[in-house]
Each structure stands twice: as structure tokens, then as C-alpha cells.
């Protein structure tokens, strides 16, 4: 059973600060890795995407990837009370004939002011 | 670009009815999935078609859920009868056709979901 792991959080971080999340996966075939933001209510959004080891940026947030300790992150950078919502790292193994994404259940995230 | 169409928004049904979800991707996105995300977790796959056929459905239960794709673009997903289980949100995507040549970019978009409370 592929697996995609988050911790639940929640995550408090002072409005301006850096918040750091985190996700591992099981599976090594694992090519394509994303990070959607949730909002109470709403639908995923797509935030980010890697899929070579290192950094990516994009505005204030980063996303890291270490396939061989097979682990990515998401930074968000001077983080804003709109930043309060649930991240879901999703995972997709280009090997499988469905070539499926599996999600993770998510990081509750807050700002606080 | 329109993004991905979903109705109805809400949805109450009485346990053992039936109810039906429509999707509309964005044009263009030969592949459509179908999630359901109850709550407190992650989406989970319930159905992917490629273009009208069906992909992956491993995760279906077939005796109560059915979906089609008739014409390679909108799609319904029914559920019949209902469960109080089955109280979720059901989320439409299409994935994008990605960067030419290299299928690890293909990026997938949600719709703004169909909330079912069964009672």
C-alpha cells in the first residue's frame, strides 16, 4: 500500500515567521510531488509541483525535495494570516498504468497574528 | 480559462436514495478523476477516466457507485443507494496535458466540490 504521510498539526506560526511542512511517501518510484492548499470549505487549490531533488520557488514559498530520503517540504516564507488553511502533499508514481496521485490527509496550518 | 465545473454545490438525501453529481473539466483535459474527501482527510480516488474509458477504479464500490463519460467530456457520478457513510465531499479534477515530453509535469485541478450529507 503506497502511503503519503503528514503530520496533522495543527501548526501555530507567529504571522512573519517561517512555517515548515513536511511529508514523506513510501514508495521510491515516486516521480511527481505537489502541494495543494485547502481552505475550510473549499476545493484544493495547486500550490506548488517538483519533481527533480532540491529547491523550487515560487513567491514565498519553497518546495523541497529529497528522493532518496524520500521526503519533501514546503516553506512558506513572512507567512500571513491568508496562509491559515490545510496543505496536502500529494504524490504521483509515474509507473503505475493509472498513473495515480495519492494524497496525504494534510497539515492543519495557523497564522497567528 | 474556466477551471473545472461541478454542481449541484450541496446535496442532503435520506439514507438509501440515489443522487447524481455532474462534472464539466476544463476543456480541452482528456483526464478526469472523481475523489471523495470526508472529512479530516485526504482525497481519495474513486474513479479516473482517460478521454470515455475508464482507467482506474479500483476503488469504487461498484454495488451502490456508478460513473460515465459518454462523450469524453462532462461526467456523472451516482450513488445508489445511499449510505450515511457516504457523506463526504465529492471532488471533480482534470489534469492538464503538461510540459511536451515529459509526463511528470502533468498538473491536475479540482472543482469546487459537491458536499452529499446523508441522513
Known amino acids: 500500500q503506497k502511503e503519503v504521510e503528514q503530520n496533522s498539526g495543527p501548526l501555530s506560526v507567529p504571522e512573519g515567521a517561517i512555517a515548515s511542512l513536511n511529508c514523506t511517501y513510501s514508495?521510491?518510484?515516486?516521480?511527481?510531488f505537489f502541494w495543494y492548499r485547502q481552505y475550510s470549505g473549499k476545493s484544493p487549490e495547486l500550490i506548488m509541483s517538483i519533481y527533480s531533488n532540491g529547491d523550487k520557488e515560487d513567491g514565498r514559498f519553497t518546495a523541497q525535495l529529497n528522493k532518496a530520503s524520500q521526503y519533501v517540504s514546503l516553506l512558506i516564507r513572512d507567512s500571513q494570516p491568508s496562509d491559515s488553511a490545510t496543505y496536502l502533499c500529494?504524490?504521483?508514481?509515474?509507473?503505475?498504468?493509472?498513473?495515480?496521485?495519492?494524497f496525504g490527509s494534510g497539515t492543519r496550518l495557523s497564522i497567528r497574528p | 480559462e474556466a477551471g473545472v465545473a461541478q454542481s449541484p454545490r450541496y446535496k442532503i438525501i435520506e439514507k438509501r436514495q440515489s443522487v447524481a453529481f455532474w462534472c464539466n473539466p476544463i476543456?480541452?483535459?482528456?483526464?478526469l478523476y472523481w475523489y471523495q474527501q470526508i472529512l479530516g482527510q485526504g482525497p481519495k480516488l474513486l474513479i479516473q477516466?482517460?478521454?470515455?474509458?475508464?482507467?482506474?477504479d479500483s476503488q469504487l464500490p461498484k454495488d451502490r457507485f456508478s460513473a460515465e463519460r459518454l462523450k469524453g467530456v462532462d461526467s456523472t457520478l451516482k450513488i445508489q443507494p445511499a449510505k450515511l457513510e457516504d457523506s463526504a465531499v465529492y471532488l471533480c479534477?482534470?489534469?492538464?496535458?503538461?510540459?511536451?515530453?515529459?509526463?511528470?509535469?502533468?498538473?491536475?485541478?479540482f472543482g469546487p466540490g459537491t458536499r452529499l450529507t446523508v441522513t
Open positions: 479534477a482534470s489534469r492538464g496535458p503538461g510540459l511536451a515530453g515529459d509526463t511528470r509535469t502533468y498538473e491536475q485541478y
Open positions: 500529494a504524490v504521483r508514481d509515474l509507473y503505475s498504468s493509472a498513473s495515480k496521485i495519492i
Open positions: 476543456s480541452g483535459h482528456a483526464t
Open positions: 477516466f482517460q478521454n470515455n474509458g475508464v482507467v482506474d
Open positions: 514508495d521510491r518510484g515516486s516521480q511527481s
